[in-house]
């Protein structure tokens, strides 16, 4: 079993960054895939990014191309998210997940495909 811990939420202005971490603590970090999830009020969660265990193979929702980027230091037992360019409508809690996976290369792209979860952690933009 693996327990996770998300921090850097916040209030932040239109335009700003913010980045989150998630620390992992149980059995080996590597052997997961990692994803951040979001969830606003009324709405369903859905994927924001993911990266795989190994060779850095990432993915990201439309929506936050080329302004998220999620990343992985195994040596730390953490993902982070580094958000730039924050919006109104990216307002949500934020939640990490892992998934426990023998294939190296693969990015669970469904919440259904995720073992554990994190407790999240608010992120609020003002326009």
């Known amino acids: 079993q693996v327990q996770l811990v998300e921090s850097g939420g916040g209030l932040v202005q239109a335009g700003g960054s913010l980045r989150l971490s998630c620390a992992a603590s149980g059995r080996t970090f590597s052997s997961y895939a990692m994803g951040w999830f979001r969830q606003a009020p009324g709405k369903e969660r859905d994927l924001v990014a993911a990266?795989?265990?190994?060779?850095?193979?990432?993915f990201y929702a439309d929506s936050v191309k080329g302004r998220f980027t999620i990343s992985r230091d195994n040596a730390k037992n953490t993902v982070y998210l580094q958000m730039n360019s924050l919006k109104p409508e990216d307002t949500a809690v934020y939640s990490c997940a892992a998934a426990e996976t023998r294939r190296t290369v693969v990015v669970p792209k469904s919440p259904d495909g995720y073992d554990y979860w994190g407790q999240g952690t608010q992120v609020t933009v003002s326009s």
């Open positions: 990266i795989s265990r190994s060779y850095g193979v990432t």
